[in-house]
């Protein structure tokens, strides 16, 4: 069992940055892909971000790319959003999830195989 909490939620204004933190519990040694979802009122879950814990590669959706960053801590077991210049269409409830297997960090930010989830933080941006 994976346990994850997400923090960093605020409500900011179009352009500011904000840093989200997904801290996941240690399953033995494991290593993870660790993913960045959000979901929109009335809009169906996206994904945002994936990183493997154990070093590789990183994924973003297009939409968020050369504004948000996924980068994994000095510290032990957290992984972090950073985002910046917001705007408006970023407001979203935001989920960190975590998937046992590297293969489940890959290009299209499918939800296949994430099967731990965090409760979410929100994230409100206004014009």
């Known amino acids: 069992q994976v346990r994850l909490v997400e923090s960093g939620g605020d409500s900011v204004q179009a352009g500011e940055s904000l840093k989200l933190a997904c801290e996941y519990s240690?399953?033995?040694?494991?290593?993870?892909?660790v993913g960045w979802f959000r979901q929109a009122p009335g809009k169906e879950r996206e994904g945002v971000a994936s990183?493997?814990?154990?070093?590789?590669?990183?994924y973003y959706a297009d939409s968020v790319k050369g504004r948000f960053t996924i980068s994994r801590g000095n510290a032990k077991n957290v992984v972090y959003l950073q985002m910046d210049n917001v705007a408006p269409e970023d407001t979203a409830m935001y989920y960190c999830a975590a998937g046992l297997r590297m293969m489940y960090c890959r290009e299209d930010l499918r939800e296949d195989g994430f099967h731990y989830w965090g409760q979410g933080t929100q994230v409100t941006v206004s014009s």
């Open positions: 990183t493997y814990t154990g070093g590789g590669s990183t």
């Open positions: 240690e399953y033995g040694l494991m290593n993870y892909c």
